[in-house]
């Protein structure tokens, strides 16, 4: 199957501090990528719809100036998580629609902690 | 939003016996998927079942599809310790460019 490399795989960081996140398509060509968030035991919420090119779609509730997205190629996506608070600690995971079917292939996640 | 109500929240099971998770979902789909997630760690696509699928077999895994009633099933026989992880279902993404949308998941542990 396709792979997406996400980095780092976790982070420490302060509070106040920013923090960017590279999701990398390797061996195919994403136009589309997409960005969840996971609390401690919950499931994988969508937080923003990132379009190479173009500016991305964030869903109700995320703050599009506090989580920064910018897909500049077809093989890369970023999150920049500015002025991080330690309510912004989770498990942030990318995916991103690959060639076969509809299967969507996942980075291995980032585990955010701020301090 | 979450499209699937997963049940149940939590599973508790030992070796060798069987798993069963249930999903339920509110809209019309294409098809459906599910996938593992071990502890912090990202997601194994597991199978996907189609709409006009009603049964999906890989290997230990069984999945089911009723959409009359908005519902699928995954069954996962003769459990080992090594399945413990929480499973998600997810519909959506039918084009490349929709995401999917998941369920709360059940979390199964598989005590040897």
Not at chain 1, 26 to 44: E, G, N, V
Not at chain 2, 28 to 54: A, D, F, K, P
Request: proline content about 2%; glycine content about 8%.
């Amino acid at each position: 199957g396709a792979v997406v490399s996400q980095h780092p795989s976790w982070v420490i960081c302060k509070s106040g501090t920013s923090v960017k996140i590279e999701c990398r398509s390797l061996d195919f060509q994403a136009t589309t990528m997409f960005w969840y968030r996971q609390f401690p035991k919950q499931s994988l919420m969508l937080m923003a719809t990132s379009n190479e090119g173009s500016k991305a779609t964030y869903e109700q509730g995320v703050e599009k100036d506090k989580f920064l997205i910018n897909h500049a190629s077809l093989t890369l996506s970023t999150l920049t998580v500015t002025s991080a608070h330690p309510e912004d600690s989770s498990f942030y995971i990318c995916s991103a629609s690959g060639g076969s079917g509809t299967e969507a292939f996942f980075g291995q996640g980032t585990r955010l902690t701020v301090v | 939003s979450q499209q699937g109500e997963e049940d149940p929240q939590a599973l508790s099971i030992q070796e060798g016996e069987n798993a069963t998770m249930n999903c339920s979902y509110k809209t019309s789909i294409n098809n459906l998927q599910w996938y593992r997630q071990n502890s912090g760690r990202g997601l194994v696509h597991l199978i996907l079942i189609r709409s006009n699928e009603r049964e999906k077999h890989s290997g230990r895994l069984r999945v089911t599809l009723d959409t009359s009633k908005k519902s699928s099933s995954l069954l996962i026989t003769a459990s080992r310790a090594a399945d413990t992880a929480s499973y998600f279902c997810a519909t959506g993404g039918e084009a490349g460019n929709t995401p999917l949308v998941f369920g709360k998941g059940t979390r199964l542990s598989v005590i040897a």
